[in-house]
C-alpha cells in the first residue's frame, strides 16, 4: 500500500470528523443521524483517532480568547497584526486552558464512547438466534424448538430457524 494512499484515507476521515463535529455541534442529528454516525465510528480506529483528535483541536480553538476577532479568508490584513508563534511574549498573550473545557471534552469522549456502547448493545439484543439445520440426502431430523414445538426435517433439507422473544 502506498503512502500517499494511506495519507489521503486519513485526510478524507479528518474531513469526515470536522463535518461530524459540526453536525454534533448542532445538536439537531435525528436518531438515524445519529446511528449512522455511530457506523462511521465503528468503521475503522482511523475514524476513532481523527474524531479525538478534531474534537481536541475544535475545544481549543473554543478556548482561544481572541477567535472572535480573526479575519475572514481572503480578507486583506497588515503583517503587523500577525503574532509570530516563535515570540516569548506569546505564552503570556494566551490565557492558560481552564479546567471546565477538559473536562467537557472528556465529556464529549465518554459520550461517544457510551453511544457506541450503546449501539453495540442494541444490536446484540435485536440479533435474532438463527439455527440451521441441514439433512443429508436420505436422513431425517426431528428437532424441538426452544418454545417447545417440534419441526420434522425431510431428507436433503437446508432448513433455517430464527427466534424471536414474540415469535
Excluded at 77 to 105: C, D, K, N, Q, Y
Excluded at 133 to 139: F, H, K
Aim: proline share 4%; glycine share 4%.
Amino acid at each position: 500500500m502506498k503512502a500517499s494512499s494511506k495519507e489521503e484515507r486519513r485526510a478524507r476521515a479528518t474531513e469526515e470528523a470536522a463535518a461530524w463535529v459540526v453536525r454534533l455541534d448542532g445538536n439537531s442529528l435525528t436518531a438515524a443521524e445519529r446511528l449512522e454516525f455511530v457506523d462511521w465510528l465503528r468503521e475503522s480506529p482511523v475514524h476513532v483517532a481523527e474524531m479525538l483528535r478534531v474534537l481536541d483541536v475544535h475545544g481549543s480553538l473554543t478556548e482561544y480568547p481572541w477567535w472572535s476577532e480573526l479575519l475572514p479568508a481572503g480578507k486583506d490584513f497588515a503583517l503587523a497584526e500577525v503574532i509570530p508563534f516563535h515570540s516569548t511574549e506569546t505564552h503570556s498573550m494566551f490565557v492558560p486552558r481552564r479546567r471546565g473545557a477538559w473536562v467537557r471534552r472528556c465529556a464529549v469522549v465518554a459520550g461517544l464512547a457510551a453511544a457506541l456502547v450503546a449501539a453495540v448493545a442494541l444490536l446484540v439484543q435485536h440479533q435474532d438466534d438463527t439455527v440451521v439445520v441441514r439433512t443429508q440426502p436420505g436422513e431425517r431430523r426431528e428437532l424441538t424448538l426452544t418454545d417447545g414445538s417440534t419441526v420434522t426435517a425431510a431428507p436433503d433439507t437446508d432448513l433455517r430457524i430464527r427466534m424471536s422473544r414474540d415469535r
